[in-house]
């Protein structure tokens, strides 16, 4: 199922090229000479594609989000979020603790910082994180070089380690969110493309998931270049949400507890053991 996933990202991403993520799934190299998958030089992409993001609908992939067959959070998800974060917030209450005495004495209040987000369309809720930056009243929009002056010394070991998310198992302990799933959009992004959404949030927004795994790192280079936020805005708007739209519904599309447990696992790989997501053969540098 994973592996079938995979494949399917070039063809409906549009998205050309080879990546090593495969090579977990299916280590025979025969037949993983015959697949094509994801390449991470994403600047590539078509450029007519591109110029059509201006439009409010999306049109390039709405058939992709009109698309018969997507289903509702299943039971047995909301069941496993609900007995992992149970086990779950017994020890890491813990470093909860501890984590908000230290902001609290080298950043002083808040300690947490509150966004709101999109659990469904029409559907608003309050996503919780530590805070990494120093407030600003005017702050709105992702993170790009404006803001990062922003990070305190803590902040930036709490984004490091994923520390900072550690407050969103009460947002799962609620309903708000899962662990796996699209990352929560803000109220502006599912208002502009409500047909997309109404597919992508039929998974509840997730800690994690496909779209992070796979488009995280790029994303970072994109916004590490944009040096305003009207630029960072344009570079997410115009290159950063239509590529994680698309995977977001491949995800929704082959949604099972394989493939989260799959996603799960490789996310703790990479913050335990600063494990890239695309592991390398041997002879490739």
């Not at 949604?255 to 041997?282: C, G, H, S, Y």
């Amino acid at each position: 199922m994973v592996a079938q996933v995979i494949r399917q990202l070039p063809a409906r991403c549009g998205f050309h090229g080879q990546d090593d993520m495969l090579a977990q799934i299916d280590p025979n190299p025969e037949r993983a000479k015959r697949i094509v998958t994801i390449h991470h030089d994403w600047d590539k992409a078509e450029a007519a594609r591109l110029n059509r993001l201006t439009s409010p609908k999306m049109a390039w992939f709405m058939g992709e989000a009109s698309a018969a067959g997507v289903e509702p959070m299943p039971l047995g998800k909301r069941i496993f979020d609900l007995s992992l974060v149970l086990v779950l917030l017994i020890p890491l209450s813990v470093v909860m603790v501890i984590v908000s005495l230290m902001l609290l004495i080298m950043q002083g209040r808040p300690i947490f910082y509150t966004a709101h987000r999109m659990r469904a369309p029409g559907q608003a809720f309050t996503q919780l994180k530590f805070r990494t930056m120093l407030r600003e009243e005017d702050d709105f929009g992702a993170t790009g070089a404006h803001k990062h002056w922003r990070i305190t010394p803590l902040g930036h070991f709490l984004r490091r380690t994923r520390i900072d998310e550690l407050p969103q198992l009460f947002n799962i302990l609620r309903g708000d969110m899962s662990f796996v799933g699209p990352r929560p959009p803000l109220r502006e992004y599912v208002e502009r493309f409500p047909a997309v959404y109404t597919q992508v949030l039929k998974s509840r927004p997730g800690v994690t998931g496909l779209a992070t795994l796979i488009y995280h790192r790029h994303e970072d280079r994109i916004l590490a270049s944009c040096r305003s936020a009207e630029a960072t805005e344009k570079a997410y708007y115009r290159r950063c949400l239509p590529a994680k739209l698309k995977i977001d519904l491949i995800y929704q599309r082959h949604r099972d507890m394989r493939l989260d447990l799959w996603i799960l696992w490789n996310t703790l790989k990479i913050v335990f053991f600063r494990k890239d997501e695309r592991p390398r053969r041997n002879g490739r540098g």
